[in-house]
């Protein structure tokens, strides 16, 4: 198996020319378990499912927060960008 085209873009298989942060998660975790994958490549894709998970789990705390918290829809928007959890990209 090859690696990139370039350090962002995977060069085989069913989405070749895909930038690889736009890869289905499901996609990303099948390259990471077969054995012959590219030592680089299988290093970009951990990072990139290590960065969904930690945004997963940041919008799941939110969840939790608000969903304890009873803070009205309207001051929502508010309490996320206080927190960093809106703007902060």
């Known amino acids: 198996m090859s690696s990139t085209q370039s350090p962002e873009v995977i060069n085989f298989g069913k989405f070749k020319g895909t930038p690889l942060t736009d890869l289905k998660p499901s996609y990303v975790h099948w390259l990471l378990k077969l054995k012959n994958l590219d030592s680089d490549l299988r290093k970009k894709l951990?990072?990139?499912?290590?960065?969904?998970?930690?945004?997963?789990?940041?919008?799941?705390?939110?969840?939790?927060?608000?969903?304890?918290?009873?803070?009205?829809?309207?001051?929502r928007r508010a309490y996320k960008r206080a927190r960093g959890f809106v703007g902060a990209r």
């Open 46 to 75: 951990e990072a990139i499912d290590v960065e969904r998970e930690r945004k997963f789990q940041r919008r799941k705390e939110l969840a939790q927060i608000l969903e304890r918290t009873h803070i009205p829809s309207p001051d």
